[in-house]
């Protein structure tokens, strides 16, 4: 089988800063002070063949979108490495439509931004159509869409790009039952094709009956990765076991396992793919820039 | 060591189709929603001509510089101004604005600050149209002078794209930016030959107003709007002041230079800084 997606100790660590003006000190390696981070993943690695199909459950927070914007290219991990093979496409909903044009006319553009020809486009506008399945409103302008109709389309759209590797952001969690039936026949229909794909979703009943693995995230850190129903199983019993504990057991847990994603930085570890020292020829390279147009400005200036 | 204005340049290249075509289509998007639709795009500039006719052409009726009537003279100026100044403010700001649409496609980033700058040019060559009638309408007869105006449309837009994507990478960086930009633009429309004629201060203050003058031409829109002077005017050709040429563009290029390095450094983390 074919490796699709390596994580390697992968981390994405987020600054916390006390006051916007240190972020830009630190941009520019500055400031010395050692800095607090958190750890939205902490250290995951997996690996993921060609054909299979991944859930990934968690609680709000636990880092199932910043997983999926790396796995989607969003943002780039701040340590650790990461293989992917093929085209990814993310799909969640908010993904940008034109509110002043038409759904018609969105179709186009986004197909466009995502590198299809106008050929490409051409085939595939009428079964877009057909997928969303809003009627007439697809010659309205987007901003009049309910938010079904909206997501229907976003759907619509990113599903027919034609990606290797599909990341579901809960995209299907809007729609109503019988759009998200249509959705899973389709994804279906990519499993079949042998696609891989990333699934995010709360639904416990969709991850076992689409998923093949499960990876669950627990603040940061791969909890459990295994067989789908064992390991939504034990997301369960873990979700049943948090809603059991009273209040007070409860906010104490989650400040326990929060303070563990937070580390403070003084070896500017994230920093380090700025600050790696400039050397001495990139400086001369800069310079062999500027000197020239410091010379004809003073040529200018002194008015020759 | 010219790596990444390759890459940078290369990405342009590649997708000059969809530069336009998204260009035309977020025309599209800001003009449908009115009832007149793109005929905006010609009543805009009509109006604001217009109103500059009314003020200094009728009310005012400023001197004429150096033989050319003082609205003539104005209108050459202002009109590539009404394409610069708002390419760059919105060029800067596209990144920051449209990244978080763009992140989530295989879309190269720096595409952004040049589907600003095509989408405002529909506009900038409707303004030319009515600025060569306007010419003509003042018995300015046409010169061979007028083929250099292709010169300074090479550049314009060579210094247009080099400095938005330095800047809208900046802006992206540090939001503060984008707001001295604005403060900026608008002071240089004073400091730029657009409004008056910059020849007054040596006229005025002889060998120190000199010094001012040639410190105000180191602005490089100095150079391309007394550019399309000279062309339409029929007054010199670009190679006549050859050092004045040279330093414009190293200028540039000095832009593109680190517009395209600190643009390829920062691409992959853009979303970060949001």
């Known amino acids: 089988m074919m490796t699709k997606v390596i994580f390697k100790n992968v981390f994405k660590t987020f600054e916390l800063h006390a006051k916007k003006s240190e972020k830009i000190l630190n941009l520019f390696s500055l400031s010395k002070k050692p800095v607090k981070e958190f750890m939205a993943l902490k250290d995951i690695s997996f690996e993921v063949y060609e054909g299979e199909t991944i859930g990934i459950v968690g609680l709000n927070g636990s880092g199932k979108s910043t997983m999926s914007n790396i796995l989607g290219g969003v943002i780039q991990p701040t340590e650790g490495s990461l293989y992917v093979n093929g085209e990814t496409s993310l799909i969640a909903i908010s993904a940008g439509l034109n509110g002043a044009l038409t759904g018609f006319e969105n179709i186009e553009l986004k197909c466009m931004m995502h590198g299809l020809t106008k050929k490409q486009i051409k085939k595939a506008t009428p079964s877009i159509i057909d997928f969303a399945d809003i009627g007439d409103y ?14 229907r389309l976003g759907f619509a759209i990113s599903v027919h790009t034609n990606p290797d590797i599909l990341v579901i952001d809960e995209a299907l969690s809007v729609g109503d039952s019988t759009f998200t039936q249509k959705c899973l026949q389709k994804m279906e229909e990519f499993k079949k094709e042998g696609k891989t794909i990333f699934f995010i979703s709360h639904s416990a009943s969709q991850m076992r009956s689409f998923c093949d693995r499960v990876i669950w ?48 930085n003084d070896q500017f570890k994230s920093l380090k793919k700025y ?19 410091v010379v004809m400005g003073i040529l200018v200036l002194i008015g020759i | ?25 977020e025309l599209k998007g800001m003009y449908q929603i009115h009832y007149l639709g793109s005929f905006w795009q010609f009543l805009n500039p009509a109006i604001q001509v217009a109103i500059y006719w009314f003020v200094f052409g009728t009310i005012r009726g400023g001197a004429p510089v150096n033989g050319t009537p003082f609205f003539l003279w104005l209108i050459i100026g202002l009109i590539p101004w009404f394409f610069i100044s708002p390419s760059i403010i919105q060029g800067s700001n596209s990144v920051h604005q449209k990244i978080g649409l763009v992140s989530k496609m295989n879309f190269p980033v720096s595409l952004l600050p040049s589907i600003r700058i ?3 040019s529909f506009q900038f060559f409707i303004m030319l149209i009515i600025l060569i009638v306007i010419a003509l309408v003042y018995g300015v007869e046409p010169s061979l002078y007028v083929i250099q105006v292709l010169y300074y449309l090479l550049c314009l837009y060579a210094f247009l794209f ?4 330095l800047s809208s990478t900046i802006s992206t960086l540090i939001r503060d930016y984008q707001m001295a930009l604005q403060s900026f633009m608008r002071m240089l429309l004073y400091v730029s030959p657009i409004l008056w ?18 410190f105000l031409r180191l602005n490089p829109l100095f150079y391309i709007i007394e550019g399309f002077r ?5 007054r010199a050709w670009f190679y006549q002041d050859l050092v004045y040429t040279g330093y414009f563009w190293v200028l540039t290029l000095c832009l593109l230079y680190f517009g395209a390095k600190i643009h390829i450094k920062f691409r992959k983390d853009f979303m970060d800084y949001l």
Do not use: C
Not at chain 1, 241 to 261: A, C, I, R, S, V
Not at chain 2, 230 to 234: E, H, M, N
């Open chain 1, 275 to 293: 600050n790696k020292r400039t050397d001495v020829k990139e400086i001369i390279k800069n310079i062999l820039v500027i000197v020239p147009v």
């Open chain 1, 138 to 151: 697809i010659f309205q302008p987007v901003k009049d869409y309910s938010s079904g109709m909206k997501s």
């Open chain 1, 217 to 264: 995230l627990h603040y940061g850190m791969v909890k459990d990765i295994g067989e789908a129903s064992k390991t939504v199983d034990n997301y369960q019993k873990f979700t049943k076991w948090f809603n059991n504990l009273n209040e007070t057991d409860k906010k104490k847990h989650k400040k326990e396992m929060l303070g563990k994603q937070v580390r403070i």
């Open chain 2, 1 to 25: 060591m010219l790596n990444s204005v390759k890459q940078v340049l290369k990405e342009q290249l590649e997708h000059r189709n969809l530069i336009f075509r998204m260009a035309s289509f």
């Open chain 2, 230 to 234: 000279d062309s339409i005017l029929g």
């Open chain 2, 118 to 120: 095509v989408s405002n």
């Open chain 2, 197 to 214: 004629d910059t020849s007054l201060i040596t006229a005025k203050f002889s060998e120190v107003g000199a010094v001012i003058e040639n």
């Open chain 2, 162 to 165: 080099a400095f938005s994507l």
